[in-house]
């Protein structure tokens, strides 16, 4: 029986009013509220307060990516607004992944953790290719998840394909998986994706799930369906 949900809701909606009565009808079926670029960008970092306030972890997915000195400025303010996690892409190298965690650490005084984003869950091997990188997916996130974990990342954004090979490189970092889909939804613009269950089978700790349901009819109901349809295997409810 699941005891704590693994579900990370992305609110990718239009406005803060939106996010914030989406997250608290679907409060009993999550474990954690993402905010993501269109929120931040449009109604600004306060819609990141508002859902603290709603007493669950939030993730602020900024998927900060610029030079050291500029990444750790915005990691100290988006520290400072009581979010839990806060990602930065890995591709920006070693020392601008420690800006970003230190000026994380000093903004919210220890609480927040650095999640790198790997290889976008959007994108294939085509894509890859195309701006002339030869390594697979695969590949990829596995130097990048060393260079995450060296940096001192809490944890890594991966698709569900590549936990296995995070789990063998860099098993102290966090999970998170986006890229999920249930049974006969529609992939959207991702690429890379699985089912809840296979990517919680695969090492997954936290499974970011937006459009099954912020784009369900009910997304209330979308969410419970979801959480009811997980077998968590022991240990990951003790989260
Ligand atoms: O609607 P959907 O379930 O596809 O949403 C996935 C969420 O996860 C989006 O908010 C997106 O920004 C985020 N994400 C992703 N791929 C990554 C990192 C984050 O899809 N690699």
Redesign the pocket.
């Known amino acids: 029986m699941v005891t704590s949900s693994p579900i990370i809701v992305?609110l990718?909606l239009s406005s803060a009013e939106e996010a914030v009565r989406l997250a608290k009808a679907v409060t009993p079926h999550v474990g954690a509220f993402?905010v993501?670029l269109g929120l931040l960008h449009g109604a600004g970092p306060g819609v990141a307060t508002a859902l603290v306030d709603l007493g669950k972890p939030v993730f602020a997915?900024a998927k900060l990516h610029d030079i050291p000195t500029q990444v750790g400025a915005a990691s100290r303010r988006l520290g400072r607004l009581g979010v839990r996690w806060v990602t930065a892409h890995v591709s920006g190298g070693e020392s601008m992944l420690r800006a970003a965690q230190e000026g994380l650490s000093e903004g919210s005084g220890g609480y927040a953790g650095l999640l790198g984003?790997t290889v976008?869950?959007?994108i294939g091997q085509s894509d890859l290719t195309a701006v002339g990188i030869a390594n697979t997916p695969g590949k990829l996130v596995s130097k990048m998840a060393k260079v995450a974990a060296a940096a001192g990342c809490e944890g890594i954004?991966c698709s569900p394909q590549e936990l296995a090979v995070v789990g063998t490189v860099a098993p102290e970092l966090l999970r998170v998986t986006?890229?999920?889909r249930p049974q006969g939804a529609g992939k959207?613009d991702?690429t890379r994706v699985m089912t809840p269950q296979q990517a919680i089978e695969r090492g997954a700790d936290w499974l970011?799930?937006?459009?099954?349901i912020t784009g369900a009819s009910d997304p209330v109901a979308a969410a419970a369906a979801l959480v009811a349809s997980l077998e968590i295997p022991q240990g990951v409810e003790d989260r």
């Open positions: 992305a990718d993402k993501g997915d984003v976008l869950t959007s954004v986006p890229g999920v959207g991702q970011v799930v937006g459009r099954p």
